[in-house]
């Protein structure tokens, strides 16, 4: 079983960037395809991006695309989420999640495994 633990976010204002990292522990994070949800305040969680155990990566969230990019760092047992250009819409909390399938997929059911979250609030 793998433990997942996010970490990086932080209040910023609009045009700011952060990296989100999601570091595995338990099991190799090169085992399991890694997404990235986001939950804003009152809303449904809901799918930003995927990398699978090959490094293939999902279609991103249209709203992200050209400014989000994740990545992977076997050795360091981590997947990264590095945000560019944030906008106030960008305002929720982040939560990345590990799927053991050979898949990429951007349904939350295939997930099994799920950190904590962080926050990221983006201020106009």
């Known amino acids: 079983q793998v433990q997942l633990v996010e970490s990086g976010g932080a209040l910023v204002q609009a045009g700011d960037s952060l990296r989100l990292s999601c570091a595995a522990s338990?099991?190799?994070?090169?085992?399991?395809?890694v997404g990235w949800f986001r939950q804003a305040p009152g809303k449904e969680r809901e799918f930003v991006v995927a990398?699978?155990?090959?490094?293939?990566?999902?279609s991103y969230r249209d709203s992200v695309k050209g400014r989000f990019t994740i990545s992977r760092d076997n050795a360091k047992n981590t997947v990264y989420l590095q945000m560019n250009s944030l906008k106030p819409e960008d305002t929720a909390i982040y939560y990345c999640?590990?799927?053991?399938?050979?898949?990429?997929?951007?349904?939350?059911?295939?997930?099994?495994?799920w950190g904590q979250g962080t926050q990221v609030t983006v201020s106009p």
């Open positions: 999640a590990a799927d053991a399938s050979l898949w990429v997929t951007m349904s939350q059911s295939n997930y099994n495994y």
């Open positions: 338990g099991r190799t994070l090169s085992s399991y395809t």
């Open positions: 990398i699978g155990r090959s490094g293939a990566i999902s």
